[in-house]
């Protein structure tokens, strides 16, 4: 109860962002809210009403890992209020602050190699294996999407960031990575041994 507690309370501040978007009318963190409230929301209803089989279970594990969508309710809460502080028209993350994001990019390789390593442990793999493919799978998607950033900046001016700031934000998503895996290093050394 206390993790959908963690999860509860991120939605509560994901909603100050959502009225706060309502009255500033703006339509970017309205979305953005909006998709934030229903992702978190996914963890309190979905295993009450739904248990998948097959690859499926395997592929949404992280879903029903109350541990792993804690981190990840605490990350959005964080990110949405830092794109924008509710009650307010602060915009921490894109105007006032731009290096917010380095809070973003730590908790985003938290949980993003949280899910994958989750994910792969379902495949039962050996641990050497599931670490090593959520490394090249964490690396992967890291750099793709500041590859991709990189790309959209001609479309999307506010995002506009120099090559230092990528690696920049590849190392805080590495940093996290390394928390997680030492979140794991139980489970990890543990199966080693078996």
Do not use: C
């Not at 962002?17 to 978190?40: C, E, M, N, P, Q």
């Not at 830092?82 to 921490?92: G, S």
């Not at 001609?154 to 960031?161: C, L, T, V, W």
């Not at 934000?169 to 030492?182: A, E, H, N, Q, T």
């Amino acid at each position: 109860m206390k993790d959908e507690l963690v999860i509860e309370v991120s939605i509560f501040i994901v909603f100050l962002g959502f009225l706060t978007a309502l009255y500033y009318k703006r339509l970017d963190h309205i979305y953005r809210t909006s998709v934030a409230l229903l992702g978190l929301s996914i963890p309190l209803w979905l295993p009450r009403v739904y248990q998948p089989k097959g690859i499926l279970r395997k592929i949404l594990s992280p879903v029903y890992d109350l541990r792993i969508m804690v981190v990840l309710s605490i990350f959005i809460a964080i990110h949405v209020s830092l794109v924008n502080v509710p009650f307010t028209t602060i915009d921490l993350f894109h105007k006032e602050w731009r290096d917010a994001d380095m809070i973003s990019h730590f908790l985003g390789g938290l949980t993003l190699w949280l899910m994958i390593f989750r994910v792969l442990k379902e495949f039962e793999l050996s641990p050497r294996d599931s670490l090593l493919y959520s490394l090249l799978a964490f690396y992967i998607l890291a750099i793709g999407w500041e590859v991709a950033e990189k790309l959209s900046e001609g479309e999307i001016s506010f995002i506009a960031e120099s090559v230092q700031n990528k690696v920049r934000d590849v190392i805080l998503d590495s940093l996290g990575m390394l928390v997680g895996i030492i979140m794991e290093k139980k489970g990890i050394t543990s199966s080693r041994q078996s």
